[in-house]
């Protein structure tokens, strides 16, 4: 079964939970925020394994462990301020995001990118337009977590 044939909160398909050690299905669930992917492992386990999902139940990209989720939030939010607040269309910001990071239209999702994909492009945005993530409310910066090399 495809992605795009899900339009049922609860059904599940072949989309691994991607947390370590889990061994759950992401499934297809309603929230107050519209439609995400949650691990059906939850009652057993507690795993937070989730991804949002479009309103025809298409997953927002590819599931990524908790503990790597916070280099796409920093990445969207540096990368949306480009075409909301700055002279860039949307179109022409992805533009420049695929020509910059060498990247097709299909790969030029950040809801695809690994940590590493997150942070190049985190680099570029703030060497070429002094772009930080910031809260939703445009406000405050947000950390970036650099984690040591071992």
């Known amino acids: 079964m495809t992605a795009e044939a899900l339009a049922t909160p609860g059904e599940v398909f072949d989309l691994r939970c991607p947390e370590q050690d889990c061994d759950g299905l992401l499934e297809l669930r309603p929230s107050q925020f519209g439609l995400f992917y949650g691990c059906n492992a939850w009652k057993r386990t507690k795993c937070e394994g989730s991804i949002g999902a479009h309103q025809d139940g298409t997953p927002l990209g590819i599931p ?37 990071m060498r990247m097709t239209s299909e790969e030029a999702h950040i809801g695809n990118f690994t940590p590493l994909q997150c942070r190049a492009l985190l680099d570029l945005l703030n060497k070429e337009f002094g772009v930080v993530p910031r809260e939703k ?14």
Request: charged share 40%.
């Open 64 to 100: 990524i462990a908790k503990k790597d989720k916070h280099w796409r939030v920093l990445a969207h939010s540096a990368f949306d301020q480009l075409w909301k607040k700055r002279n860039f269309g949307r179109h022409d910001a992805y533009l420049w995001m695929q020509d910059r």
């Open 137 to 150: 409310d445009g406000g405050t910066p947000l950390r970036v977590r650099r984690r040591k090399a071992r």
